[in-house]
């Protein structure tokens, strides 16, 4: 079967992650989360003293370090999982945490870092059999991808979501702090000047509030099924 290029996109824990990483995983195509990429290009600044949550980003310093951050992928392990390395070092678990969450907005709607993360992203599907999600990948990384999906749910559902997330995982977060995180991101996500989070014309919209993973992934193996004939 002829291998395509699949784009995911749509809002901050809307389950595209999850879907994208099954999906890939179920017609064996290589998965990329753009987003773990402005995570850890955000946890390197923050480790280098570019940002913090009183000062902000500093850009400049950032653009200026951007040749010195260099991120890759672990294959997927028994979990199914790929870890993020940011010059060579695991940072999975790091770049999930509401510090790097409260701050990756900001990075990414500077124009350079889109720039180079894009180039990076569009260098993954050259050999096309490759599922990606994030928020652009659609309308700007591949336009021209064969398959696209834009995913959604309402606010209070993701927090809720989120908040299980990240209490299973042991971090201590209110539902109030990671509502107003998703709202937050939403709003810069979709305001940014630089390729702004937005549907693509030809994307299929998902909505997913009352939907279960299961019934995600029945969904979009007939949506690939039915295109890929
Ligand atoms: O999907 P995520 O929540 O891990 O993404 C983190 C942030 O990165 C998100 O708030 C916006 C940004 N992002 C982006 O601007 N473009 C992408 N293709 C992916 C993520």
Not at 65 to 72: C, F, T, V
């Amino acid at each position: 079967m002829k291998k395509i290029i699949i784009a995911i996109d749509g809002y901050s824990s809307s389950g595209k992650s999850t879907m994208a990483r099954d999906l890939a995983r179920r017609i064996g195509y290589v998965y990329v989360d753009s987003g773990a990429m402005y995570r850890a290009v955000t946890l390197y600044a923050i480790e280098h003293g570019m940002a913090s949550p009183e000062k902000g980003v500093d850009t400049a310093a950032l653009v200026n370090a951007l040749p010195d951050i260099h991120i890759s992928f672990t294959p997927a392990g028994n979990d199914g999982i790929q870890h993020t390395l940011l010059n060579g070092k695991d940072v999975e678990r790091e770049i999930r945490d509401m510090q790097v969450s409260s701050l990756v907005s900001p990075v990414a709607v500077i124009p350079e870092v889109r720039h180079h993360l894009t180039a990076l992203q569009q260098e993954y599907g050259k050999e096309k059999g490759i599922v990606m999600d994030g928020r652009d990948i659609g309308t700007t990384v591949f336009p021209a991808a064969e398959m696209k999906v834009f995913v959604n749910a309402s606010p209070e559902e993701r927090a809720r979501r989120r908040v299980k997330e990240l209490t299973e995982k042991g971090e201590n977060v209110t539902y109030e702090d990671v509502l107003e995180n998703i709202r937050e991101r939403d709003h810069i996500d979709t305001t940014r000047k630089e390729s702004p989070l937005r549907k693509a014309e030809d994307a299929v919209l998902l909505d997913n509030d009352n939907m279960t993973i299961e019934q995600q992934m029945e969904w979009l193996l007939k949506l690939y099924e039915d295109r890929d004939r």
